[in-house]
């Protein structure tokens, strides 16, 4: 299996800076993509950034360039710069990865989900 481990969460002042990690794990699995998901009061989970194998992203145009994806290829490591934070970026946000089974001869990708790390913006 594929395990994720989200850090970085915590508490920030409005205009404030964090940056998230996700580190996966799982010799077995060769990783596709990884990405970013929240889940705010209110709100369905929605999608916030993505990173393929290849260096293309992808991000939800509503946050406005203020999130940023990178990674480390070497050691299965994603990152979200999350800059000028706002109150109604609070909420859980989700580490995910798209990943195949190296022992299977014609593997289709499975998807890999975190637990989450809190991020709370305070007014």
């Known amino acids: 299996q594929v395990q994720l481990a989200e850090s970085g969460g915590g508490f920030v002042q409005v205009g404030g800076s964090l940056r998230l990690s996700c580190a996966a794990s799982g010799s077995m699995f060769s990783i596709l993509g990884m990405g970013w998901y929240r889940q705010t009061p209110g709100n369905q989970r929605e999608f916030v950034a993505a990173?393929?194998?290849?260096?293309?992203?992808n991000y939800n145009d509503a946050l406005k360039g203020r999130f940023t994806i990178s990674g480390d290829s070497a050691k299965n490591t994603r990152y979200l710069q999350m800059n000028t934070l706002k109150p109604e970026d609070t909420g859980v946000y989700y580490c995910?990865?798209?990943?195949?089974?190296?022992?299977?001869?014609?593997?289709?990708?499975?998807?890999?989900w975190g637990q989450g790390t809190q991020v709370t913006v305070s007014a």
């Open positions: 990173l393929d194998s290849r260096g293309g992203t």
């Open positions: 995910a990865a798209e990943a195949l089974d190296r022992r299977e001869p014609d593997p289709s990708p499975k998807e890999f």
